[in-house]
């Protein structure tokens, strides 16, 4: 065994030691929910301890996942129902290690419901479909499933329970999905007084049915012209939106009508996209009443979603604002215009040839100063 030569042991000598010392609460750290709990806050962050624990259904969907992340990246624990192993994996890596806990849970089975929410001080129902499969009709998912949760919630006394429902909630429309989602909000506030309502208009951002469905080439046939009108929102903007109100106590048994800052029609957007992937996509109109019974047959004869009925009746819908709810304005937060983010999301649906060119409004201003305006009063 080598020993230490005597200048090696007068470096150590000299070295500097460092005494960890353990962090200090103040009573500024400490906030106390709705029903009186305790919470330690503390500066966030994704390594840090403390904080709220946090219940996402529906948290493998396509919003599910910015409200995963968001929470998770501030040090609360998250726990994440799953039905499927593969649909689950990549929201592990949302926060640190630990941080995110997945639960396997039946929405029919009411014991793993309790088990995924007895320990949480807020709770998000995001779960939703916009078609029926074998197992689970809209009517389950939406409104049985929701009053099974809020049963739970109502049980163990959870501080804030957030209902993500549906622009166009309407006990009245013509639409199944419209007409459960609206359904679902009236149960969550009868069992659940305190329980906040969130309205999401069509969302955008990565892995979207919005602009990805209109640059791909499968959507090829339409209903209604694409004439219907509705302001899209970004993803991560909602997500914001929802880490505020979950935060947010005061906001309990309000009503959130999350839009945009413009109002589109499908066209519109259909021309954007075509216009920052340098293509034009062909969009064939069908009637409804010829389209409906083929998707209907469709939906029995193979095993992957192909769109249902009811889907063609959404997109014949404009969508309406509730006037009385609040906004992106109550909550301090800008939304974004999609204009400005369709570069973002839609340049892997350029040809090579086509691949570098800067986003469409940034050539629109190029192309521009190549002319000479000149004004009739001078």
Same mark, same amino acid.
């Given at each position: 065994?080598?020993?230490?030569?005597?200048?090696?042991?007068?470096?150590?000598?000299?070295?500097?030691?460092?005494?960890?010392?353990?962090?200090?609460?103040?009573?500024?750290?400490?906030?106390?929910?709705?029903?009186?709990?305790?919470?330690?806050?503390?500066?966030?962050?994704?390594?840090?301890?403390?904080?709220?624990?946090?219940?996402?259904?529906?948290?493998?969907?396509?919003?599910?996942?910015?409200?995963?992340?968001?929470?998770?990246?501030?040090?609360?624990?998250?726990?994440?129902?799953?039905?499927?192993?593969?649909?689950?994996?990549?929201?592990?890596?949302?926060?640190?290690?630990?941080?995110?806990?997945?639960?396997?849970?039946?929405?029919?089975?009411?014991?793993?419901?309790?088990?995924?929410?007895?320990?949480?001080?807020?709770?998000?129902?995001?779960?939703?479909?916009?078609?029926?499969?074998?197992?689970?009709?809209?009517?389950?998912?939406?409104?049985?499933?929701?009053?099974?949760?809020?049963?739970?919630?109502?049980?163990?006394?959870?501080?804030?329970?957030?209902?993500?429902?549906?622009?166009?909630?309407?006990?009245?429309?013509?639409?199944?999905?419209?007409? &459960?989602?609206?359904?679902? %909000?009236? *149960?969550? $506030?009868?069992?659940?007084?305190?329980?906040?309502?969130?309205?999401? +208009? /069509?969302?955008?951002?990565?892995?979207?049915?919005?602009?990805?469905?209109?640059?791909?080439?499968?959507?090829?046939?339409?209903?209604?012209?694409?004439?219907?009108?509705?302001?899209?929102?970004?993803?991560?903007?909602?997500?914001?939106?929802?880490?505020?109100?979950?935060?947010?106590?005061?906001?309990?048994?309000?009503?959130?009508?999350?839009?945009?800052?413009?109002?589109?029609?499908?066209?519109?957007?259909? &021309?954007?996209?075509?216009? %920052?992937? *340098?293509? $034009?996509?062909?969009?064939?109109?069908?009637?409804?009443?010829?389209? +409906? /019974?083929?998707?209907?047959?469709?939906?029995?004869?193979?095993?992957?979603?192909?769109?249902?009925?009811?889907?063609?009746?959404?997109?014949?819908?404009?969508?309406?604002?509730?006037?009385?709810?609040?906004?992106?304005?109550?909550?301090?937060?800008?939304?974004?215009?999609?204009?400005?983010?369709?570069?973002?999301?839609?340049?892997?649906?350029?040809?090579?040839?086509?691949?570098?060119?800067?986003?469409?409004?940034?050539?629109?201003?190029?192309?521009?100063?190549?002319?000479?305006?000149?004004?009739?009063?001078?």
């Amino acid at each position: 065994m080598r020993t230490p030569t005597a200048a090696t042991a007068a470096l150590r000598v000299s070295r500097p030691t460092f005494k960890a010392t353990p962090q200090k609460r103040n009573l500024q750290d400490i906030a106390i929910t709705r029903t009186g709990k305790p919470i330690i806050r503390g500066q966030g962050g994704r390594s840090s301890l403390g904080g709220h624990t946090v219940t996402v259904f529906g948290a493998t969907g396509f919003l599910g996942r910015y409200v995963v992340n968001r929470f998770a990246r501030s040090g609360c624990q998250v726990i994440v129902p799953f039905r499927e192993e593969m649909a689950k994996r990549h929201l592990k890596v949302t926060g640190d290690l630990g941080r995110v806990s997945f639960l396997e849970y039946d929405l029919r089975n009411t014991q793993s419901l309790e088990e995924s929410v007895r320990h949480s001080d807020i709770v998000f129902n995001m779960v939703g479909r916009t078609y029926p499969t074998k197992n689970f009709s809209l009517f389950d998912v939406h409104v049985e499933g929701t009053e099974r949760i809020v049963e739970a919630v109502a049980k163990y006394d959870v501080d804030r329970y957030i209902q993500v429902s549906s622009y166009n909630a309407d006990e009245n429309s013509p639409s199944e999905f419209f007409r &459960t989602k609206a359904q679902a %909000e009236k *149960v969550a $506030r009868q069992l659940f007084p305190e329980t906040t309502i969130v309205r999401p +208009a /069509p969302c955008f951002g990565f892995e979207d049915k919005l602009l990805h469905k209109l640059a791909g080439t499968t959507n090829l046939f339409t209903v209604n012209n694409m004439m219907e009108r509705f302001n899209p929102v970004h993803a991560i903007d909602v997500g914001a939106a929802l880490e505020k109100i979950g935060y947010d106590d005061t906001t309990a048994g309000e009503t959130f009508e999350l839009f945009g800052p413009t109002n589109y029609s499908m066209a519109e957007i259909a &021309t954007i996209v075509d216009r %920052e992937i *340098v293509n $034009r996509r062909r969009h064939i109109n069908l009637p409804k009443r010829l389209f +409906a /019974p083929i998707l209907n047959v469709l939906n029995k004869a193979v095993w992957w979603p192909v769109g249902s009925a009811d889907e063609l009746e959404m997109e014949s819908l404009d969508q309406v604002i509730d006037k009385n709810a609040k906004t992106f304005a109550d909550l301090g937060i800008e939304p974004a215009e999609i204009q400005d983010l369709t570069f973002h999301y839609l340049q892997d649906y350029r040809a090579s040839s086509y691949y570098e060119l800067p986003p469409a409004t940034a050539r629109e201003k190029t192309d521009e100063k190549k002319y000479l305006h000149v004004l009739d009063d001078q």
